[in-house]
């Protein structure tokens, strides 16, 4: 990775940081999985045509999103080809998008994968460490390569040694010291894995939950512990990230297709989905209706970005609110960002000095200044097609990357790099 430390400073706001280095994107939501982009000069208003186009290259199917590091850029995806599913991770370069390298295996999809728009391909990011990459597949295929050459340095099938629910692995991974882990719903009682980084070797396992879509994360509380947040169809449970060991859990049943948002850290509170906990009781806070599965979502295909007193994030059908991190209660609302209808989608990332890049399903890029006062546009522009057929619409789900100074955005077709530098 380029930069070094990153500092943060709050600004009067309260809650867009103003970053100080820039860096890469080496995992999902960014540098510290967080959905803040460490990054200065970029354009607040677009040119008429729309950011200019760096390159693009041609990808398969998937909804994994591209990662960025040491002057890479790396993109899971699938070729199908009924019957043989072939899942890869694409290497490019990161200037000229020269295709580096490109590792493959046939992976064992079902046949209603191959079907257009039930869902092939992979999900789960890869993430990026130091000379090493590591991805999971759609059936909990694990693999270790080197990010030099694609070469493979391990691999673990985990469907050869436990139920693993069908195309089902799509939390993406994360790495704790020498911990690589995985939210695969494995039974029995691997719902959460912790591999050896080095070798893929199990260290620990844990949880007999049902699989979702919401990547875990790593927080550490006020007294200086740290927790591992996983949010599966069947409860919200913290473990202990050295061993696995269950700290607490709250039973609440959602839907594995609204189980989307990572948790979010905001103070001494916890932030899944719509639901706001205090993380050590855990009790919740708000909403009061909150056993109502419905009423604990804000958006089913986005994370929320907080702060201490407020946080922004998109509900159901795509309008943007804001709301009081203590309350839950609505400050603003902002319509028409994208078409209201099932399966909206807003991906938000801070860029500090109060403003954020919205990445809609309509394949738009928002530039916009947020506060606790309102939302203000300053530009948008459309940087690429939405390919992923649902309810009669073509989608664009997949949130995006950025580093030095460039978006990166993928849907089924290619990968495109726009450059949102304000100047040369």
């Known amino acids: 990775m380029k930069g070094g430390v990153i500092r943060i400073l709050l600004t009067v706001a309260g809650w867009l940081p103003v970053f100080a280095v820039a860096d890469d994107w080496p995992q999902y939501r960014g540098l510290n999985r967080d959905g803040n982009w460490a990054e200065s000069g970029l354009l607040d208003r677009f040119p008429e045509s729309g950011p200019e186009v760096a390159w693009r290259q041609a990808v398969g199917f998937g909804w994994s999103s591209p990662v960025v590091a040491g002057g890479r850029v790396f993109v899971a995806d699938a070729e199908l080809k009924d019957p043989v599913a072939e899942e890869r991770l694409l290497c490019f370069d990161e200037r000229s998008g020269e295709r580096l390298w490109a590792f493959s ?3 064992p999809y079902p046949e209603w994968a191959f079907v257009p728009g039930q869902g092939g391909g992979p999900s789960a990011t890869p993430i990026v460490e130091g000379d090493r990459i590591y991805r999971l597949g759609a059936n ?3 693999h270790c390569l080197e ?54 070797q199990t260290l620990w396992q844990a949880m007999d939950d049902k699989i979702s879509n919401s990547s875990p994360m790593l927080i550490e509380s006020a007294d ?51 639901l706001m906990m205090e993380d050590e009781m855990p009790a919740i806070l708000w909403p009061k209706e909150w056993n109502a599965p419905m009423k604990r979502l804000l958006s089913n295909t986005s994370t929320a970005l907080v702060g201490e007193t407020v946080l922004y994030s998109p509900r159901m059908k795509g309008e943007l609110v804001c709301l009081d ?17 099932t399966g909206a989608s807003l991906h ?12 809609s399903d309509e394949g738009v890029l928002i530039r916009a200044r947020l506060s606790p006062e309102g939302y203000e546009e300053l530009s948008r522009a459309k940087v690429i097609e939405p390919t992923s057929p ?33 100047g040369p």
């Not at 947040?229 to 609440?252: K, Y």
């Not at 009669?392 to 450059?419: I, L, Q």
């Open 325 to 341: 991190t203590a309350t839950g209660e609505e400050k603003w609302k902002a319509d028409g960002l994208t078409e209201s209808k």
């Open 147 to 200: 990010v030099a050459t694609g070469a493979m340095v391990w691999e673990r099938k985990l469907a050869d040694e436990f139920e693993i629910w069908s195309m089902g692995c799509r939390a993406s991974p994360l790495i704790d010291g020498e911990r690589l882990i995985l939210f695969v719903g494995a039974k029995p009682g691997a719902t959460v894995m912790a591999l050896d980084k080095r070798t893929g």
């Open 390 to 422: 649902f309810g009669g619409k073509m989608m664009a789900w997949t949130p995006p990357a950025y580093a030095n100074g460039h978006g990166f955005f993928r849907n089924d077709r290619e990968v495109v790099c726009v450059s949102l530098r304000a």
């Open 224 to 274: 200086g512990r740290r927790h591992l947040i996983v949010w599966s169809t069947d409860a919200v449970f913290s473990l202990e990230p050295e061993t696995g060991h269950l700290e607490w859990r709250q039973a609440m049943t959602t839907s594995n297709n609204d189980c989307v948002a990572t948790p979010v850290r905001v103070g001494k509170r916890l932030l899944i989905g719509g």
């Open 140 to 142: 909990g295929e694990a």
């Open 105 to 107: 295996f046939r992976a």
């Open 348 to 359: 938000l990332t801070a860029t500090g000095e109060g403003k954020a890049f919205l990445f």
